[in-house]
């Protein structure tokens, strides 16, 4: 019964989201330049990109955010964007005291609409914090989720475009402030430093946690400490398949991110890191994926996760708005396929495929875009997947440029085993083809 229910949730999963996502490539090779936004090629950062959650078809989401400091407390920003424009459809607050983990499931509610559920005291199931009248050392009182009191919030559709969906797209954790502390640090000490509390009386934080002595309360930047992963979970048809959220380092934490408006990367700014950076580091013009598709012991198929992170759809409210269509990338992506040899070489065996331009979250089954080669003999070999593109834009200092080719992408792929056992993975690419040029002009060109 299992491959029957799992063929049929297989093909249905593949038929609903073909149309609304590409991979992350781990790159050993990377830059590590301090001074820049870079890819953590460990998976630790300040900032953490996870290529999508899914709710549809049984599917949950597991979502684990790992504050690894063992002498730092992080407040992080939980965002939550739509799969075709990328719309913010949640956000949230994560209180970690040091070695601190914090857990939430994405899934379908009893509405059909996509939500947040945690029961992990890392979060605030209330905002609100209860004053006890007194001016002692610590008199909030927060209510923290718990399995009494969980943590769920509904993804609101409210700004959503024609055509859109909450029940699937991509997340980002945001480091926002960090701390020097100790453990064992109480949650109320954490969400008091950070302040962004309801219900709190004007008296200085500072007075209110200076009995907390695991904790110091100047706000620090996040200092790359943050580590997280993405499970697809579907108990139904007994399958699951884990990756680790991208991280990117050395991002300079711009106050904006701080408000409760809606929550985007800076266009440019003369302190801060940028959108291009960000853009740059994970520009790919190319990346590969191997296949095999050849017996029991193949695949049944392979998907292909495209995520374009940076595409926002800026929504009412927001202080960096950009006028641009809820379309993805333009222009096609190429699918040339490769043998396990040099009949690679043959027009036959590996022949250019065209691809619509990418919605800004999808998954695509690749099999279709190289079933020439397979009908062929060849079920073996490795697919190389051409993206092409490049934009420019302002870089962290005033006067500086950045230049980059390809496509701001995540890259990913799920291997489908003949049993329906799943297998997800990075794509991997090149390293991006990046250039900073100093000058007196800057200019802002998006895709």
């Not at 680790?244 to 302190?271: C, G, Q, R, Y």
């Not at 940076?310 to 992506?333: D, E, P």
Request: some cysteine.
């Amino acid at each position: 019964m299992k491959n029957r229910k799992a063929l049929g949730l297989l093909v249905a999963l593949m038929i609903s989201v073909l149309c609304v996502g590409n991979a992350f490539a781990f790159d050993a090779s990377a830059r590590d330049d301090s001074t820049r936004v870079t890819v953590g090629q460990n998976y630790y950062g300040d900032v953490l990109l996870g290529q999508i959650y899914q709710t549809q078809w049984n599917y949950d989401t597991v979502i684990k955010v790992i504050n690894t400091r063992n002498d730092r407390a992080v407040v992080a920003r939980v965002v939550f964007r739509s799969a075709m424009c990328s719309a913010e459809v949640l956000d949230f607050l994560i209180y970690l005291t040091p070695t601190d983990m914090w857990e939430g499931v994405v899934r379908m509610n009893a509405a059909g609409l996509a939500e947040i559920y945690s029961t992990d005291d890392s979060v605030l199931a209330s905002s609100a914090f209860e004053w006890n009248g007194t001016a002692a050392c610590n008199p909030f009182s927060g209510v923290w989720a718990s399995e009494e009191t969980p943590f769920q919030r509904a993804f609101s559709p409210i700004l959503l475009s024609a055509g859109d969906t909450t029940t699937f797209g991509h997340v980002e954790v945001i480091g926002l402030a960090s701390y020097p502390a100790t453990a064992p640090l109480d949650k109320d000490t954490l969400a008091m430093a950070y302040g962004n509390l309801q219900g709190v009386p004007a008296v200085p934080i500072a007075n209110l946690i200076a009995c907390d002595f695991n904790l110091d309360g100047t706000s620090e930047d996040v200092s790359n400490t943050l580590t997280g992963t993405l499970t697809l979970e579907n108990s139904f048809y007994d399958q699951t398949a884990s990756i680790n959220m991208v991280a990117l380092k050395n991002w300079d934490n711009a106050a904006h991110l701080n408000s409760s408006v809606i929550t985007e990367f800076p266009l440019s700014s003369s302190v801060n890191n940028s959108v291009a950076e960000i853009e740059a580091t994970l520009a790919k013009q190319e990346y590969a994926i191997p296949f095999n598709f050849s017996d029991e012991n193949g695949y049944l198929d392979t998907v292909i996760i495209n995520t374009l992170p940076t595409h926002y759809m800026r929504g009412q409210g927001s202080a960096f708005w950009l006028t641009r269509a809820c379309t993805g990338i333009a222009g096609n992506i190429t699918y040339r396929v490769y043998d396990m040899m040099e009949t690679i070489l043959l027009s036959y065996i590996s022949p250019l495929r065209f691809s619509a331009a990418l919605p800004e979250v999808s998954m695509q089954a690749l099999l279709p875009n190289i079933q020439g080669a397979v009908n062929a003999g060849y079920v073996k070999g490795w697919v190389k997947v051409g993206l092409a593109g490049g934009a420019t834009g302002n870089a962290m200092a005033p006067n500086t440029t950045v230049t980059y080719a390809g496509v701001p992408i995540l890259n990913s792929y799920i291997n489908v085993a003949q049993n329906f056992d799943m297998d997800w993975n990075y794509a991997a690419s090149p390293e991006s083809a990046v250039s900073y040029t100093n000058g007196n002009t800057t200019v802002n060109v998006r895709q």
